[in-house]
């Protein structure tokens, strides 16, 4: 009865869940985000995703990112695509209607992640600290326009993210092996949905035993059980991949052009779009040419030869891609309004994340290193290849309770009166 009571929910989060909802949803409507963009045959309709989804919904199976005939792929990893695959079946390729219903379902992925938000923050920072966090997310205009617009996993990793981190918050003093259970299968559906989330999972886990070493608590045989019902996850996804591409392929085979789109001749720190098979006739006709896998190894080739000739150049914007990873991307330099206030508050959010961390850390919160772990370890592959708003989006529930428990302790010198007390009834 402790953890249930531990993880109760007030009405009034719950009523803010389906208000949150409610407004994402008008907001598709008023701004006419269900569009389906028919330029390139609607590519921008879910990118490489949506031609995946396509090509299931049209029988050919897992295939086809980018239109045409290439064959098998694991482009992408498979959870997202099926989803949209699945909705494309019931509703048509890209329709009108598929587009409502795919914003809808990212909306209630989006407003669903308050719930874990307010957990996590109370788990942490107490009650109050819980409460505008929550609002924080849920109202949160920003939240909405990647719910809205973006036809992605970009809600959903949120959302298996932060249930992620609650669960580790609770495995500190959870008893017996029904945390670590929940555990793997959290993290094997994230896998399938957002590998890059798994950049955070070596912290977390020795975060975990840590804690639970301090807490006399053993830790061997919840570590060996989940360790295997996440490779259980996986295996279907990787035997495929083996069965398919005749060699092991991990989640996905893309990194060599990712890599690519960041390192190469003219490279600033940014994103060069016009790489992109889709953009790029060449380099489409290579793709198409080549084979999806030897086309990613020469694409890793021609990039890791470029590091190599420039490895000064490199350094240098790696610096740069991580300042632009927390102070959002620069307008081109032939913009019209070289200066961007949507990026003076992405920087501001940043920095009073961070600096909330750095206060919670030195009043030794509960919870503090998981906090530090997640934010050192999930952007580093971003800041080697390239740099996008929507890859700080799945930290972004972590950041704003961070943001908010610094502005709610504004003017103290102490830890708020009932965060130690909270967490102390709490366990």
């Known amino acids: 009865m402790e953890k249930f009571s531990r993880l109760s929910i007030p009405r009034s989060i719950l009523w803010l869940v389906i208000l949150s909802f409610v407004l994402q949803v008008a907001m ?117 326009y990647w719910s809205i617009h973006w036809i992605w996993d970009t809600t959903f990793t949120p959302l298996i993210l932060s249930l992620i981190f609650l669960v580790a918050l609770e495995l500190q003093g959870w008893r017996g092996l029904r945390g670590w259970v929940i555990f793997a299968g959290l993290w094997g559906v994230g896998a399938l949905a957002n590998p890059s989330m798994l950049a955070f999972l070596p912290c977390c886990g020795l975060w975990i035993w840590r804690q639970r070493f301090k807490n006399g608590l053993p830790s061997f045989s919840g570590v060996l059980l989940s360790s295997a019902i996440f490779s259980l996850i996986l295996s279907p996804w990787l035997i495929r991949n083996y069965e398919v591409f005749g060699r092991f392929v991990f989640l996905r085979d893309d990194f060599g052009l990712q890599f690519r789109l960041g390192n190469a001749k003219g490279a600033e720190g940014m994103l060069m779009a016009y790489l992109q098979p889709n953009l790029n006739k060449l380099e489409l006709e290579k793709f198409q040419g080549m084979g999806e896998l030897a086309y990613a190894e020469d694409c890793k080739r021609l990039a890791f030869a470029w590091v190599r000739e420039n490895p000064r150049h490199f350094a240098a914007i790696s610096l740069r891609r991580f300042f632009y990873y927390w102070n959002g991307v620069p307008k081109p330099t032939d913009s019209r309004e070289p200066w961007d206030f949507r990026n003076a508050l992405f920087l501001s959010w940043s920095v009073l994340s961070i600096w909330g961390l750095g206060r919670a850390v030195r009043q030794k919160v509960p919870g503090a290193w998981l906090f530090a772990g997640l934010i050192l370890t999930y952007p580093t592959t971003y800041y080697f290849v390239f740099p996008h708003a929507r890859y700080r989006h799945p930290i972004e529930p972590e950041l704003v309770i961070l943001a908010l428990f610094l502005l709610l302790q504004t003017g103290k010198r102490k830890p708020a009166a009932g965060m130690n007390a909270d967490y102390r009834n709490l366990r």
Do not use: C, D
Not at 31 to 50: D, I, K, L
Not at 88 to 101: E, L, R
Not at 112 to 133: D, K, Q, V, Y
């Open 28 to 144: 598709i409507g008023v701004f006419r985000e269900y569009h389906t963009r028919p330029q390139e045959e609607h590519f921008a309709f879910g990118w490489e995703m949506g031609r995946v989804a396509r090509s299931i919904a049209l029988g050919q199976g897992f295939s086809n990112p980018y239109g045409g005939n290439t064959g098998p792929t694991a482009w992408e990893p498979p959870l997202y695509p099926y989803l949209m695959a699945g909705v494309f079946k019931w509703f048509g390729i890209y329709t009108v209607a598929s587009a409502w219903v795919l914003l809808t379902i990212n909306s209630l992925f989006a407003a669903l992640t308050t719930l874990p938000i307010f957990l996590i923050a109370r788990r942490t920072f107490g009650e109050r600290a819980a409460l505008w966090s929550a609002r924080g997310w849920a109202l949160n205009p920003y939240i909405w």
